[in-house]
Structures are given as C-alpha cells and as structure tokens.
C-alpha cells in the first residue's frame, strides 16, 4: 500500500492556560492517502481544529512528526513555514474570513500574489477558480455583496487557485443555511472526485461528514475510531 | 492586485474616523507649519541686513540717546563710508492696535544707505524738501490706504503732543525680505519741535547707521567707534546690523522658545492621534491579519500593511497640512501684516513638516506593526474581528 500523503505520527498537543496545561491531543498517528476525502468529527474541545491546524503547518506538535508529502513540516521554520503553506495548503474557514474591502476576484488572487506568476497568468487561475465554484459572474463583487454561500464558494475558490496538495476544512457549512450547506458539500465532493484534490474537513454536521470517504473521530485528545 | 492597493482600500475602510484621523494631522501639520513661519517671520530682519552696515547705539541700552555730535567724529572713522542715524519715535495712530515702526530720519543720507528701499525720484525729492513729510512702505500703504499727500496724525507717547505728517512717497523693497511695513519722516522735525517743547531732549539721535567700506572690517571699525567715545557719558557699543537686528528677537526669545516647543508638542499631538488610530484598526483586523498569514504571507507582509497604513495616513494628512499652510498664511500675513512683515513659509518649513509625517507615520505604526507580526495564527483566527 502507497504511503499517505498525510502522515501524522505520534503527536502530543498541550495548551497552557496560565498555570495550567491542557492536554488537547495525545500520541496521535493517522495517515491520510492521496485523494481522500476526511472528515474529523468529535465534541467541542476534542482537538479536532487543533489536529487540522497541526496539518495545516499553522500550529506545532509538542512531539510527534507531521509529515506532509514527506516534508516534516513541524521541522520548517516560520518563514519556510509559511511559503510551504502558499504552496500546499487551501483553507476553508467556517465564518469565510474574506478580506472585505477586496472583490470576489482580489480575495481569490491573494495567494496567487506570493507566485511569480504575471498579472495576466493570476488573472486566468483566479478565473478558472471562480469558474469551478460557479461564481465567475460575481467576480467583482464585494464580500457584503454576496450571500453566506456565495461566500464560502469564494473562500474555497481562494483555497483551491493555487492548486495545493491538501484541502483543510474548518466546519465549512457551520454558518449557513441546509441549502448552501448542501451546495458547499456538492462542491467539496466534486473538488475531490473530479479534481483529485485530497480533503480533510472538520465538521459537527452527520450529513456533511456522510459526504467524505471516511470519518475518524476525536474524543479528549484521541482517535477513538 | 498589488499589497498597496489593500493598504489604501483598508485605509478607507471606517471613512469616519479616516477622515478625522487625516484632519487632525492636517490641521496639527498646518500649525506647525504655521507656527515655524511665523517663528522664521521674526528673525527675517536679522536675514535681510546688510554686511556692509554697523550700528552704534548707547552702550547700556539702544532706548537710551545718543549726542548727534557723535557724528562728526564717527564719520572720520578709518573705513566709515557714510553715517545716518535714527529716532524710534513711537506714538498712536487713531488706535494702540494701529502699530507699525515710526521712525525719524535724515532723509539724504538716510536713502543712501538703504539702497534697498525704493522710492521714485519726484516722491524722493518731495521727501527731501518737505520737512514734515514722510514715506511709508508699500505695506503699510496698503493696511491703512495710505496714498500720496494723505495727512498721518499721530499721538505722541515718547514725543509727547500732536503730530501730522503728509505722505511724500511709497517705498517698495529691492528683495522680498525688505520691510516695507516702516514709516520714516525727517529727524529734523522731530528735533525742532523738541527742541522747544523739551530742550534737555533735543540733539539726541537713538543710534546712528554706519555704511562701511569693507564688511570684513565691521568688528575692527566697531572697536575704533567705541574706543572713540570710551569713558564717555554715552558711551558706545557698535555692532554688525544682523547682531543689533538679533538683539531685538533675544528680547522675544522667551515667546519664540515657546511658540517652537507648541510645534513640537503638534508632533506630539500628531503622533498620540494616528497611534491611536492604528492601535485600534490592527486590534480590529487581528483575524485578517491571521488569515494572510495561514495563506502564506510572512510576518514581514503584515508589518508592511500596518506601516504602510499608518504613512499614507501620515503623508495624507501632511500634504493636506502643507497645502492649507499657504492659503492660512497668506491670511495671517495680511492681517499681521505690521509684526511680520515678511511672513514667507519657507522651503525648510515644508522639508520638516513632510519628515515628520514620514517620522510619525513610521512610529505611529510600529508597535501595531509588531504586535500584529507576531500575533500566532491560531490565536488570530480565534479573535472575534
């Protein structure tokens, strides 16, 4: 069997509050194959956003190794960390975190802007993206112009115009109505079947969670199945 | 897309307090602006004198007379050209506020030399030959309609009695430093009157003017005049006219020191109000700052947005400044045209006013700079923006 282009070894997570440690995730391995389709599900505080952010290279293990295509990314520094990032890493925020005072398009360029690719070359990958999610005709406008779904549909044109290795997914339908939920999960399905983009998503939701390949649970810290 | 067109979109972004923020520095700028001009307006007479004239006037203080006699002998000086010498004569015109300098001249040598002051040769001559003339500057003409053979009555203060000179001629002056804000009227006059009003008065000069023959001999020609009179009931002190000029700004030091801390402390006020600004938009926008970072952008890019802000803001604000300085100044100098008669913003003015916007707009972003590149990404992202 092919090794996972997610390998997460033995990672230990404790957070200080004040005096206090909090364990958050303890001794936890998993391994994620190409064009997988995850969902993480589990109760508040069960670490699953912290294990998705240990992926994402936006948080460091105590211990244990990240290692994503083979690149042990808990070993990069800050600088590293953040090209590897732009390069490998498409976010999807629950709240869409768009940037409002840019367009549709602008928001979906910003990755683009820490390429080298000319002006017009992000301009055609920003389209393109915007074609995938369905919202080339909206491209120039603002955030407060869209509805919640359309909004998301932006955030995952963002996510994906760089054409990164993983998808991450913070409870992408947890802000919207069952209807732009199902749309969002139609697009995230069809990113993963017709695209072959690999996809970790976070989620509270059983019937988003229906939508991914598999589904690993977390309870204090643990994969528990 | 490029990172500028953010910092100027986030600028606008709360247009209220944008708007407000950029006011503030543009009206801190204009003062400072203001207040430099106005502190550069006192020391323009020190500016425009001549290196080739010396004063001599009493040595224990310049209100103190001096003997008209003393001309004779300055005169003969070894490198004296030519001596004149003036009255501060003082008095009310219609109003106290009325002020302007009223001085009492000899008229020939008087006008030979302040070349600088220009008169046509008819008014010059009606200057010579009427005694109870006099000539006023192409300001002060223009403050209180002054025009030729208008009758100037004045109150005497220092002379006492009534006064009235007629209007002989317009100067205008060679450089635009020139003051042209003066009255000048024949010393002669003066002179008759007191001499039968306050005899004891008569024959007294306030200090003489000395044209010199080589302006790098003003301090051995200044020590031969005052050797002359050493020991003297009167005796002299003699000094370049740029010296005896700045001994009249040292009289206001304790008014310019402070007029030049107020525009510092602007700067002050201009840095309080856009840190206080900038403090409060990177607190907003923690979040977004979280999200370039996880899209890859570097501590480095988020420090740029942040100084970027807060020096367009600054610079903004700054040019906006500088541009309502001209008009304003303008104003004061027609409205105070008689205590600055050169009121000229200075290209300095404009230098320092921009470095300080620069200056301010870099420190006033600094510690939101650096707070939000160091701000960890998952403690950004759960902010609530």
Known sequence: MAEGIVQVRNVTKTYKRDTMQIPVLQNISLEIPEGEFLALMGPSGSGKTTLLNLIAGIDRPDSGEILVQNTNIASLNESALATWRSQHIGFVFQFYNLLPVLTAFENVELPLLLTKLNKQQRKEHVETALKVVGLADRMNHYPKQLSGGQEQRVAIARAIVTDPTLIVADEPTGDLDRKSAEDILDLMQQLNQEFKKTIVMVTHDPNAAERAHKTRHLDKGELTL | ?385
């Not at chain 2, 067109?5 to 307090?17: D, E, Q, T």
């Not at chain 2, 040598?109 to 010579?128: A, G, M, N, R, W």
Request: glycine share 8%; hydrophobic share 50%; with cysteine.
């Open chain 2, 1 to 385: 897309m490029k990172i500028f067109k953010l910092i100027f979109r986030n600028i606008f972004r709360h247009k209220l307090r944008a708007a407000l923020t950029v006011l503030g520095i543009a009206i801190a700028v204009m003062a400072f602006g203001l207040i430099r001009t106005m502190v550069g307006a006192w020391y323009a007479g020190s500016e425009a004198s001549a290196p080739d004239r010396i004063i001599t006037r009493q040595a224990v203080s310049f209100i103190f007379p001096l003997p008209l006699a003393d001309r004779d002998q300055i005169v003969r000086v070894p490198g004296v050209k030519e001596v004149t010498w003036l009255n501060w004569f003082g008095g009310v015109y219609k109003d106290k506020n009325n002020f302007f300098a009223r001085m009492a001249c000899d008229p020939a040598s008087f006008t030979d030399i302040y070349p600088e002051y220009k008169v046509t040769p008819t008014e010059l001559e009606t200057f010579k030959k009427e005694r109870n003339s006099c000539i006023v500057g192409q300001k002060l003409a223009d403050l209180y309609h002054f025009k030729v053979g208008d009758v100037i009555p004045l109150d005497g203060d220092i002379y006492p009695g009534k006064w009235e000179f007629v209007v002989a001629g317009i100067y205008t002056g060679e450089k635009p430093t020139t003051d042209v804000s003066a009255m000048y009227f024949h010393w002669d006059y003066l002179n008759e009157r007191i001499t039968q009003t306050q005899p004891s008065r008569a024959n007294n000069v306030g200090w003489y003017v000395i044209k010199i023959a080589n302006p790098n001999e003003a301090a051995t020609v200044s020590e031969r005049i005052d050797a002359l009179f050493k020991n003297s009931s009167a005796e002299t002190k003699t000094e370049t006219e740029k010296a005896f000029a700045s001994g009249f700004i040292a009289m206001s030091s304790a008014i310019i020191t402070g007029l030049q801390l107020i525009s510092y402390v602007i700067i002050g006020i201009i840095f309080l109000v856009l840190a206080n600004t900038m403090i409060m938009t990177a607190r907003e926008r923690i979040r977004e700052y979280a999200v370039l970072k996880t899209l890859g952008f570097t501590g480095k890019h988020i420090a740029l947005l942040v100084f970027g802000e807060s020096l367009l803001m600054a610079l903004i604000g700054g040019v906006i400044g500088i541009i309502l300085l001209f008009p304003i100044s303008a104003g004061v100098a027609k409205g105070m045209t008689q205590f600055f008669p050169y009121l000229a913003i200075a290209p300095s003015t404009i230098g320092i006013a921009v470095l300080f916007s620069i200056l301010v707009g870099l420190v006033a972003g600094f510690f939101p700079a650096t707070r939000s590149m160091r701000i960890k990404i998952v403690d950004g992202l759960r902010q609530i923006g």
